[in-house]
């Protein structure tokens, strides 16, 4: 079993930064696919960046390349997404999350199989 657990979230202002981390424990496998996602109001959960722990691939959404980076630490268990240039339309919860399937990164419509609770993100105009 997987625990993720989010943290970073917060209001920021149209144009700033935030941070976003993602710690997690118990039993992984040697290689897995990490990503975040996200929930904005009235709109289904969608993959955001995606990131494999054995190449260090990155997948992102159109919406956010240029802005977003996700970084993985593999010794640390800690998964970033650093988002600049924030828009309100970047509002939402966000959530980590893992699955042993590290090929899951290469399709973006397939979701990992263990998820944190989530962090929220509100951009102010």
């Known amino acids: 079993q997987v625990q993720l657990g989010e943290s970073g979230g917060g209001p920021v202002k149209a144009g700033g930064s935030l941070r976003l981390s993602c710690t997690y424990s118990?039993?992984?496998?040697?290689?897995?696919?990490m990503a975040w996602y996200r929930q904005l109001p009235g709109k289904e959960r969608e993959s955001v960046a995606r990131?494999?722990?054995?190449?260090?691939?990155?997948i992102y959404t159109d919406s956010v390349k240029g802005r977003f980076t996700i970084s993985l630490d593999v010794a640390a268990k800690s998964l970033t997404l650093l988002m600049n240039s924030l828009r309100p339309e970047d509002s939402g919860m966000y959530y980590c999350?893992?699955?042993?399937?590290?090929?899951?990164?290469?399709?973006?419509?397939?979701?990992?199989?263990?998820w944190g609770q989530g962090t929220q993100v509100t951009v102010s105009s």
């Open positions: 999350g893992l699955d042993p399937r590290e090929w899951l990164c290469d399709e973006p419509r397939r979701s990992p199989n263990y």
């Open positions: 118990g039993s992984t496998t040697s290689t897995y696919c």
């Open positions: 990131i494999r722990s054995d190449i260090f691939s990155t």
